[in-house]
């Protein structure tokens, strides 16, 4: 079984739709982050939490929320979806910052029309 | 502003060769360096690590060396194989920093 999943795998949505993605992990680790990944650009962060009380913005969280509901359960939220929010989004996970080795979920492929 | 960048978006390299994937970065404050590697519909993948005390750090098939003056580090995987046609993504992280910084990742592919 996957340390870290994430649902969906693939969404289509229309732009000002309200989307919600969700990794949860079964690594034990209490913190965990969100990426998206577009073209030329790699990884970018959008936010991070590195325990269930500590939210932190990443280099481009402008549009979007999150929710650590669970040491185990963290959500990435569009209120209003638009096209440029198109990409690939990656849930990750760490046990420290010594080595910052993160573990990847496999992605959520969202377009937005 | 990219401080991580990766100037080859792609690389072709014939099997059994040496590939070669560079990375530079401009920030003097970053002290720890990864390379993930990512398969199509997969999340990235940690592949090696270099501490900024160490040029040079490997593990079977792949070795990383970190040239801290010229702000350079370059993945060397020998003998290169069908399985390591994948994204490779550079990343660092600053002293005292949580987070990491990625590259903009390179496409290696192996041809038989």
């Known amino acids: 079984d996957a340390d870290v999943t994430q649902t969906p795998r693939n969404r289509i949505t229309k732009t000002g739709k309200r989307i919600m993605l969700e990794c949860s992990q079964t690594?034990?680790?209490?913190?965990m982050y969100w990426y998206r990944q577009d073209p030329g650009l790699g990884l970018r962060l959008i936010y991070y939490?590195?325990?269930?009380?500590?939210?932190n913005k990443g280099e481009i969280s402008d549009g979007y929320s999150v929710s650590r509901q669970a040491q185990a359960k963290f959500s990435l939220s569009l209120e209003s979806a638009i096209p440029n929010q198109t990409a690939l989004y990656f849930c990750?996970?760490?046990?420290?910052?010594?080595?910052?080795?993160?573990?990847f979920g496999p992605g959520t492929r969202l377009t937005v029309l | 502003d990219q401080q991580v960048k990766q100037n080859s978006p792609s690389l072709s390299v014939q099997e059994g060769r040496i590939s070669i994937l560079n990375c530079d970065y401009t920030n003097s404050m970053f002290d720890y360096f990864l390379w993930y590697k990512k398969y199509p519909a997969e999340g990235p993948t940690f592949l090696i690590s270099?501490?900024?005390?160490?040029d040079k750090n490997e593990d079977g098939r792949f070795t990383v060396f970190l040239n801290k003056s010229a702000k350079h580090l370059s993945l060397h995987i020998v003998p290169s194989q069908p399985g390591d046609s994948a994204v490779y993504f550079c990343?660092?992280?600053?002293?005292?920093?949580?987070?990491?910084?990625f590259g903009q990742g390179t496409r290696l592919t192996i041809n038989p």
């Open positions: 990343a660092a992280r600053a002293q005292g920093a949580q987070k990491l910084v």
């Open positions: 990750a996970t760490s046990i420290d910052g010594a080595t910052d080795t993160q573990y």
């Open positions: 270099i501490s900024s005390i160490k």
């Open positions: 939490s590195f325990d269930v009380k500590d939210i």
């Open positions: 690594k034990g680790h209490d913190r």
